[in-house]
């Protein structure tokens, strides 16, 4: 098997987390409203730390290797303001997106790492891709959640979005395998603006729709999304 065909089917590993996790949100049933609702809300903000692990400690330390200060954090503001206008302009269409949003903006630059890396170092690949799913899996529940409490589309329309979403990962891994490899520049730039629009979401959206007073446990799912990514980084390093 060529190092190109692993890297797209690594990255198809990946991405289908996300169809995975709104397929488990679809079928998920608990009776009990108040258990239903904890266990949401403490997903969400799982997957809230897994998000806040990748920027802190894949996104912007790879980002930061390759690029000037200069450059750097220009591109991590240019993406936090970005991604305002872009919430800015779903709010006003009466939508919803940013857990969407920002489950994408962590998988695409990760997937393109994950081509990129395949070409010198086989085995942190592997862990990168596996570590990815993990993260996409509760993402992937959250965001259909988000989509589909709010009416916007029937359940079956919004996995099949979910599905052609996770196919742009093997794109992007076959952009990051034949362009990106000897380009870490242009790849750390992609990881910090995206750790810029990660950021913006993050607060803005994602850890108040975890929040519920009186209950601790999506603040220790957000330990436990974190702790994940600790590990995997910890691993892979």
């Not at 802190?56 to 240019?78: H, K, M, N, Q």
């Not at 596996?130 to 509760?138: G, K, S």
Request: hydrophobic share 55%; with cysteine; charged share 10%.
């Amino acid at each position: 098997m060529s190092n190109l065909t692993y890297a797209l089917l690594l990255a198809t590993f990946a991405g289908l987390a996300m169809p995975l996790g709104g397929l488990l949100a679809r079928y998920e049933h608990v009776r009990d409203k108040r258990i239903q609702s904890r266990l949401i809300h403490s997903v969400t903000a799982f997957g809230g730390g897994a998000l806040l692990s990748a920027v802190a400690l894949v996104l912007v330390p790879r980002g930061a290797e390759a690029l000037p200060v200069t450059v750097a954090i220009p591109l991590l503001l240019a993406g936090g303001f970005g991604f305002y206008v872009v919430d800015k302009l779903l709010a006003r269409a009466g939508g919803s997106g940013a857990l969407l949003l920002a489950m994408l903006l962590d998988f695409l630059p990760e997937a393109m790492a994950l081509g990129a890396l395949l070409t010198t170092e086989a085995a942190t690949a592997k862990l990168l891709a596996a570590m990815i799913f993990l993260q996409n899996l509760p993402e992937g529940f959250s965001a259909f959640r988000e989509i589909w409490s709010r009416g916007q589309a029937p359940g079956w329309q919004i996995l099949l979005i979910f599905i052609g979403l996770a196919a742009l990962g093997p794109l992007c891994a076959a952009v990051g395998f034949h362009f990106l490899s000897t380009d870490p520049e242009t790849l750390g730039a992609i990881m910090i603006f995206a750790a810029g629009g990660i950021l913006y979401l993050l607060f803005q959206d994602i850890a108040p729709e975890a929040h519920v007073d009186g209950d601790w446990s999506p603040a220790l799912g957000a330990v436990c999304g974190f702790a994940l990514g600790l590990a995997g980084d910890m691993i892979i390093g």
